[in-house]
Each structure stands twice: as structure tokens, then as C-alpha cells.
């Protein structure tokens, strides 16, 4: 059985339905799945891909209502509102894809620490 490690590039695009690579992604993992394969990712890509796919808001000071020790308090207009619930929805999306494969990701991890300790 192979074993492949997805980095954080097919990720962002196998998450990304509208993405110009996502059916060839989706159809290469299904295939690799099919023969028997098993797909792999590491806690760098999980990280990297959080950083990508969430990126920093920056809002006009003019929206601030009130800041604290714990947090910020600021006052939108429903419209940019809307924007950040369409990034939302991409991560949502994405979110488990791999669930089902966290105990075999686990089990190959620990059998690379090991080998790597040899």
C-alpha cells in the first residue's frame, strides 16, 4: 500500500470547489483511495492552511465601539459582513474532509517516529 502526503497547496485547492485544480485533485485522492492508497497530512499543513485560508480582517477604525484587555467590539455595515461569511463558508466546507483517516494518520506518524529514532 502507498502512502502520499498532501501539503498544504492541494489542500487550499481540494477545499476550494471553485478552484481551477479542484476536480483533478479530488480525482487523483479518490483514485490513490480506489487502489488502496492512504493520504496523509501533517499538523505543519493543518497550520498552514488555517493561516492561508484565514486571513487577518482589517476594519476602519470608525467601526470600533468599544476595545478592552479581552476584546473588541466594532459595528459593521451588513455588507462587509456578507464578504467574511463567503470566506467563512470555503473553511466550513473543508472542515472533517480528513476525519474518518485520523486514526490511520496517527498510526503513521507514530510508525515515521519510530523509524526516524532508529
Not at 478552484?19 to 487502489?35: D, G, V
Request: glycine letters at 2%.
Amino acid at each position: 500500500m502507498k502512502s502520499y502526503l498532501l501539503d498544504t497547496n492541494i489542500i487550499l485547492r481540494f477545499a476550494n470547489s471553485q478552484s481551477l485544480e479542484y476536480n483533478l485533485i479530488r480525482n487523483t485522492i479518490s483514485e490513490i483511495l480506489l487502489r488502496g492508497g492512504q493520504c496523509f497530512i501533517t499538523s505543519q499543513v493543518i497550520i498552514e492552511f488555517w493561516v492561508v485560508a484565514m486571513p487577518l480582517i482589517k476594519i476602519p477604525r470608525h467601526y470600533l465601539v468599544s476595545q478592552d484587555e479581552d476584546s473588541i467590539t466594532v459595528d459593521v455595515p451588513e455588507s462587509m459582513l456578507l464578504n467574511w461569511k463567503k470566506d467563512y463558508e470555503k473553511i466550513i466546507k473543508a472542515k472533517g474532509i480528513l476525519k474518518h483517516k485520523k486514526a490511520a494518520m496517527l498510526a503513521h506518524l507514530d510508525t515515521l517516529r519510530q523509524e526516524w529514532e532508529e
